[in-house]
């Protein structure tokens, strides 16, 4: 047998085997497509601008369903009350459906507050500067005490339901307000002198410490722990764990390979930062980077020299 005839036995043996493989993707249900990570389409674009619409999110409407998408849809799911599985099915849609009727920021499933209406962004009032003058007290950051419930207030109150176990979705709910009459204390792991920042992954917050008392709490968003390529290279978006200090800055913004970083603060050689973001989910969403509002970080700037401590775990 002559190489060049086994040359073409492997190339036909190579064409039958690609022709008899079967690719096993969910069921559809009901005539309608499912939509789960790495589908690719008009149908995820759709799906993603109205997620954005009816929650505080700001996902890239590029029509792939990759990790940032999986995780607002999970989280899209559990406030809604339904299996959590980041697979767009039947009832999923349904949910969104309901929520876009609603109004936008009401999902399916969450009810009226009582003592008071359900509060949200887009909210303004007497009920809404209570809220933020409660959650001030507690140290969790909400800007100025405006009565405007914007961003600002809406991070604050992703933070406060994080740290007190609740489904972090930016709005004053019952649970929410139960919550804020006997709140749980953010747990901390340094007790030294002087300023420290702890980023606690499993909760998502930001903590400035002082003298080991708490000196502000922010809604975060690390790394999602997937595998990405940039540059022709595999890595993996984590936010390493460990004791660093800062030792580099930038007061502007800063054009990576993997995006813009406002104002960044390094404190790992690997290019983690603590960074202002327009977008800063309740569920990790980066490459490994800290994010916090650009509000925040413009707060943050001047109160984060370089040689702050900074506790990850």
């Known amino acids: 047998m002559t190489r060049s005839f086994r040359s073409q036995m492997t190339i036909l043996l190579l064409m039958v085997l690609a022709m008899t493989l079967v690719v096993v993707t969910p069921e559809p249900a009901h005539g309608q497509t499912l939509l789960y990570r790495w589908i690719r389409g008009a149908e995820v674009a759709e799906w993603q601008e109205q997620l954005n619409q009816v929650r505080d ?46 109004g936008g920021n009401l999902p399916p499933g969450s009810g009226g507050s009582p003592g008071g209406e359900v509060l949200q962004k887009g909210d303004s009032g007497p009920q809404v500067r209570e809220i933020q003058s409660r959650l001030q ?20 109150v992703t933070a406060f339901q994080k740290v007190n176990g609740l489904e972090p979705d930016g709005r004053v709910t019952a649970s929410t307000r139960d919550a804020l009459a006997n709140p749980k204390p953010v747990e901390l792991r340094s007790s030294e002198p002087g300023l420290i920042v702890e980023i606690n ?18 809604n975060t968003s690390t790394g999602t722990n997937e595998q990405y390529t940039s540059e ?33 603060k390094y404190f790992h050689t690997d290019g983690i930062a603590i960074h202002g973001y327009h977008r800063v989910p309740s569920y990790p969403a980066s490459h490994g980077c800290v994010r916090v509002s650009m509000a925040a970080m413009d707060y943050l700037w001047p109160r984060l020299p370089i040689g702050t401590p900074v506790l990850v775990y």
């Open 57 to 102: 999110d700001d996902i890239a409407v590029d029509g792939i369903f990759g990790p940032i998408t999986a995780g607002a849809t999970r989280d899209f799911q559990r406030t809604a009350g339904i299996q959590v599985d980041g697979i767009v099915g039947p009832q999923t849609r349904q949910a969104m459906q309901q929520a876009l009727a609603g």
């Open 137 to 156: 007290t507690m140290r969790y950051w909400v800007g100025p005490i405006d009565g405007i419930y914007g961003t600002l207030t809406t991070q604050a």
């Open 201 to 218: 992954k499993p909760v998502q917050v930001l903590v400035t410490v002082v003298d080991g008392q708490v000196s502000n709490i922010w």
């Open 232 to 264: 022709g290279r595999q890595y993996v978006a984590d936010t390493p764990s460990g004791r660093w200090d800062i030792y580099r800055q930038i007061n502007g913004w800063r054009e990576s390979h993997l995006g813009r970083l406002y104002r960044p």
